[in-house]
């Protein structure tokens, strides 16, 4: 089934460490983007990127990074990891703008 | 910066009823709005969408009215079944934009 896949789906990592959240999509969406999703707050956008090569701030885009080296791929990045990123990530895709975002199924991530 | 809201933070209904969930937004430049749908454990699942240039979009059981007087949003779902119990938000964006703005959500229980 088309779609987005997020990995891991959850992880619990010591503060300081480095983490990757991998994203993948096959539906040839151009634009992927990171959300986070805590209670009482919604879903943030933490950063986003609009075509292959290119990459954008978000609303919380402190303490992450992201590349898009192509399509398909959209890594999220915790340098150092903080408890305040405890939190459910939520990758997703659209077309283009002004289309439909379609997300994964998140991954849950707890900094101790 | 403008954000999205909801009237109501819990709905319950009996099934077979049929359900509106309200969205109030803030931003009069927003052309474009999504319905989103999230079951525990998921992501946000999309319904429906509807362009500034409409005021109802149907859809399977689910219809989108938009009052832009008003800025005000609502879906309302036919018949509601107990696989209808979520969370539902809105997020709304200007048309050019890849950045969606959410809602908190409102949670939907459906009651047999």
């Known amino acids: 089934i088309a779609g987005i896949t997020q990995a891991p789906t959850s992880q619990i990592l010591a503060a300081g460490r480095r983490m990757t959240l991998r994203c993948t999509q096959d539906?040839?969406?151009?634009?992927m983007y990171w959300y986070r999703q805590d209670l009482g707050l919604g879903l943030r956008l933490i950063h986003y990127s609009n075509t292959a090569g290119t990459t954008g701030k978000g609303e919380v885009p402190d303490g992450y990074s992201v590349s898009r080296a192509n399509t398909d791929d959209f890594p999220l990045t915790l340098a150092s990891a903080v408890p305040s990123q405890t939190s459910v990530y939520f990758c997703?895709?659209?077309?283009?703008?002004?289309?439909?975002?379609?997300f994964g199924d998140g991954t849950r991530l707890s900094i101790l | 910066g403008e954000s999205v809201g909801l009237h109501l933070p819990t709905l319950s209904v009996q099934e077979g009823d049929n359900s509106i969930i309200n969205c109030a937004y803030s931003n009069s430049a927003s052309d474009y709005f999504i319905w989103y749908k999230q079951e525990s454990g998921k992501g946000p699942q999309f319904i429906i969408d509807i362009r500034s240039n409409m005021d109802k979009r149907q859809g399977q059981r689910v219809t989108v009215l938009l009052n832009k007087t008003v800025k005000h949003l609502s879906l309302q779902i036919a018949a509601t079944q107990p696989g209808d119990s979520a969370v539902y938000f809105c997020?709304?964006?200007?048309?050019?934009?890849?950045?969606?703005?959410f809602g908190k959500g409102t949670l939907l229980t459906v009651n047999p």
């Open positions: 997020a709304e964006t200007k048309g050019s934009n890849y950045k969606l703005t």
């Open positions: 997703a895709s659209s077309e283009s703008e002004g289309q439909p975002q379609h």
């Open positions: 539906m040839r969406h151009n634009a």
